[in-house]
């Protein structure tokens, strides 16, 4: 098909709207915003390229941080008064309080010379939304809405709408005085309305305002060109093919757009109308097949209907059946217990008519009381044997007392423990098996990190559904101070991967966790739940430094900057043969790039198990300059202090003025300092009883404001050892290797950057 026979083709379905064959009713559902639900009202096209009314955009800013917008350009402010609609569904606010969390989180690295924290920084504003047409998080940038176009083409089709849904309403000229006259004509340059006489008096002939546009009666009112939100001063004229936007010269020249593919306007205008009207041709096209399977779909939708109801009379009948069978079990059960106790207080009855006869002057003591005073001997002998047999026997009994039934019902104590373990795992055929959550992957920090494997059944699952608790941590979380259940099981988003992430956790807390599968509307039983304890302070992020004091003799480095090994130096090897046994060879140390000057933080790592030495904890800037430029003779394992080695030189020769505070790990073992605080561990002068086996993690936590340093066991938060630290200037996490060792940083600690 030519182009000419491609526009004519598009002119004649312009004509039949036109004409009415295609009513302007039938197209309300596209007139509707994805927010408000109602008409769109100064629609605004977002990036990609959904249309959302500028109230919605606006409210949806304004709920996180009431500056969180710009007045707005031309292109983007509304042009007449509007009122106000429900707020949006609470589930696209949470989106957007979360990604508002996410990028507040967010800061940058720092070096030895300008610590990474930036304090008293100002929180940034919020300018990222959830699209409600695809529900990916859109971008504004520091103008936000102003950046936005408007979409007047959406808007002039709205109009029309709405003067079809009111033909039998005129509007009225603006300028008359009451009773105002219908309206003839309206000036796109005045934006107002005229009756006849009114145009002629405020457009007289020879004047420039003779010279303006009018149109028809219309409410709607759009500029004459589109100009451009970021140059207010430029019109359009360019058409990016990268961000499918309109822009202007300026934008080309030195803008955002500058390294972008652009084509001019009437070129686009001319491509993307012959696409639209290609499309709409074989939509039409198609008609027929659209109503067949139109036809096919409310088909589907009947036997939908149907077979639901089916499948819900046929589960209810299970479930009918279960109760009956139940109920006949209850019957049953209750009838032998009853049947039990009966007999028992039988028995127990007849025991105690028995006792009650061995009384004077009742049962079996009275008769022989009587028989006694029988005189006729033959007589007397005839009853008294049969008499002292019952008599010897009540006796024995009396003797020794057993009571004719146990009251005790323990046989039958029902356990249905079982049962109700079957009866919450019930569920449907197509119901996925529970995932299971990765304890080697997962991470919690005052973030949570948590990965799970899924089922082996090889059927694909729609989402998971994570669900956390806090079981217990501080006396008075923060949570708890706004009214919340702590142990309440608490449920993320859908996720869609094989991880998630959950925000705001309370600092020195247990929290439990399990994850279950969605597939058709049908849920998976929950996995079994994991606990995790959280670090006692936010986690710290940062990087190894290649600056400060580092050997590239010795330590090599990663890309990355998350791992530093030891190794043996060229010159260590060449002179190999003068190495003696009573020599040693220096510690090798190496500092984070960002320091830390105020607050609690806390960050976790890994040390090899083949590592020879290793020492972990803080250094201070004050004191690592001249540190490192005035080198003492000290980093033998003998002369340090917590080295771990007892050689009764650590005491005596520990120096205040040293930048380090550290703890000493190798072989696969960690060494207690004498001078251990810690209720955790034993101080004695004992080596033995100052080693214990090295944790797969290490974990340190600086409380900067009390000048105390801790050490933890990762895997389970317990305090190996904690002492004081001087905290005067800005600390750095610290490190020190000998022999061969590796320290490998966690990718959370790696990823992390926090802003003060």
């Given at each position: ?12 379905i ?9 009513p ?27 249309s ?34 429900p ?7 949470d ?19 300008s ?18 047409g695809?529900q ?29 849904a009111?033909a ?13 006259q ?7 340059d ?28 219309t ?27 309109p ?12 390294n ?6 009437s ?23 659209v ?16 077979n639901?109801?089916l ?12 109760f ?49 005073k ?18 010897q ?16 019902f ?10 109700e ?10 119901v ?5 959550i990765?304890?080697?992957n997962s ?15 090889h059927l ?11 079981l ?66 936010p986690?710290?992020?940062?990087l ?24 043996a130096s060229?010159?260590f ?24 000057s ?9 040390v090899?198990p ?8 803080v ?20 002369y ?9 030189s650590e ?5 205040l ?8 790990l ?44 801790f ?36 990718d ?9």
């Amino acid at each position: 098909m030519s182009d000419s026979e491609d526009m004519t083709e598009f002119a004649s379905i312009v004509e039949r709207i036109e004409r009415g064959e295609v009513p302007i009713k039938n197209i309300e559902r596209e007139l509707i915003c994805p927010i408000c639900k109602e008409l769109f009202t100064h629609p605004l096209i977002l990036p990609c390229q959904h249309s959302v009314c500028h109230k919605c955009v606006r409210e949806l800013l304004m709920l996180n941080h009431e500056d969180s917008f710009d007045a707005g350009s031309e292109c983007s402010l509304p042009g007449s008064p509007r009122s106000r609609v429900p707020s949006p569904s609470m589930e696209r606010l949470d989106r957007l309080v979360r990604s508002a969390t996410v990028r507040r989180s967010l800061g940058s690295r720092g070096s030895i010379s300008s610590p990474g924290w930036r304090r008293g920084s100002v929180t940034p504003r919020v300018t990222a939304i959830p699209c409600p047409g695809c529900q990916h998080d859109i971008d504004l940038g520091e103008r936000g809405i102003s950046m936005l176009f408007r979409n007047f083409t959406l808007e002039n089709i709205v109009e029309r709408y709405r003067q079809a849904a009111r033909a039998a309403v005129a509007i009225t000229c603006n300028i008359c005085k009451p009773p105002q006259q219908e309206a003839t004509k309206s000036c796109m340059d005045c934006k107002a309305s005229f009756c006849n006489e009114c145009f002629k008096l405020h457009h007289p002939w020879g004047t420039p305002k003779a010279q303006h546009e009018y149109v028809g009666p219309t409410t709607n009112f759009r500029p004459k060109v589109l100009m451009c939100p970021e140059h207010e001063m430029e019109k359009v004229n360019m058409y990016c093919e990268v961000c499918r936007r309109p822009v202007c010269h300026l934008c080309k020249l030195g803008g955002s757009h500058a390294n972008h593919k652009v084509t001019s306007m009437s070129s686009a205008y001319k491509i993307l109308k012959e696409k639209l009207a290609k499309s709409i041709h074989y939509l039409i096209s198609k008609e027929d097949q659209v109503r067949t399977q139109i036809t096919d779909l409310e088909v589907l939708i009947n036997q939908t209907e149907e077979n639901g109801q089916l499948a819900e009379r046929q589960a209810n009948e299970h479930f009918e059946h279960l109760f009956e069978t139940l109920q006949e079990r209850k019957t049953e059960m209750l009838k032998s217990i009853e049947q039990s106790r009966g007999r028992r207080l039988d028995q127990l009855k007849v025991q105690v008519e028995e006792y009650q006869g061995m009384l004077e002057n009742s049962g079996l003591v009275g008769y022989a009381q009587e028989v006694l005073k029988e005189t006729d001997q033959s007589c007397f002998v005839q009853t008294a044997k049969q008499l002292h047999t019952r008599i010897q026997k009540a006796t024995e009994s009396l003797r020794t007392f057993h009571p004719a039934s146990d009251p005790c019902f323990d046989e039958f104590v029902l356990d249905t423990s079982k049962e109700e373990t079957l009866l919450k795992e019930m569920c449907f055929g197509g119901v996925p098996d529970p995932p299971l959550i990765d304890l080697s992957n997962s991470r919690v920090y005052n973030e949570a990190s948590i990965f799970w494997r899924l089922s082996d059944d090889h059927l694909p699952t729609d989402h998971q559904m994570l669900e956390y608790r806090r079981l217990g941590g501080p006396s008075k979380s923060p949570s708890q101070e706004d009214g919340e259940d702590s142990g309440a099981w608490k449920t993320t988003d859908r996720v869609y991967g094989p991880s998630t992430v959950v925000s705001d956790l309370d600092p020195d807390s247990l929290y439990s966790f399990r994850v279950r599968s969605c597939r058709n509307s049908m849920f998976s039983p929950h996995s079994p739940e994991v606990t995790f304890h959280t670090p006692p302070a936010p986690a710290f992020g940062f990087l190894f430094s290649d600056k400060c004091g580092f050997s590239t003799d010795r330590l090599i480095l990663n890309k990355r900057r998350d791992a530093v090994e030891s190794v043996a130096s060229m010159a260590f090897l060449l002179a190999a043969e003068r190495v003696q046994t009573g020599s040693y060879i220096g510690l090798d140390y190496i500092i984070g790039d960002t320091g830390i000057s105020q607050g609690r933080h806390y960050w976790a790592f890994k040390v090899e198990p083949y590592s020879y030495m290793v020492k972990v904890g803080v250094a201070s800037e004050s004191k690592l300059l001249e540190w490192f430029h005035n080198p003492r003779d000290t980093s033998s394992p003998r002369y340090d202090h917590d080295s771990g080695h007892d050689s009764g030189s650590e005491d005596t020769c520990y120096e205040l003025s040293q930048p380090f505070t550290l703890l000493t790990l190798g072989m696969g073992k960690l060494f207690i300092p004498k001078t251990s605080s810690s209720s955790n561990v034993s101080a004695t002068s004992d080596p033995g009883s100052r080693v214990i086996p090295m944790p797969q993690r290490l974990g340190v936590c600086l409380d900067y404001d009390a000048s105390r340093v801790f050490f933890y066991d990762a895997d389970t938060m317990r305090c190996l050892y904690d002492r004081q630290v001087d905290c005067s200037g800005t600390m750095y996490p610290a490190f020190g290797l000998m022999g061969s060792a590796k320290v490998q940083l966690e990718d959370f600690i790696t990823a992390k950057r926090l802003t003060f």
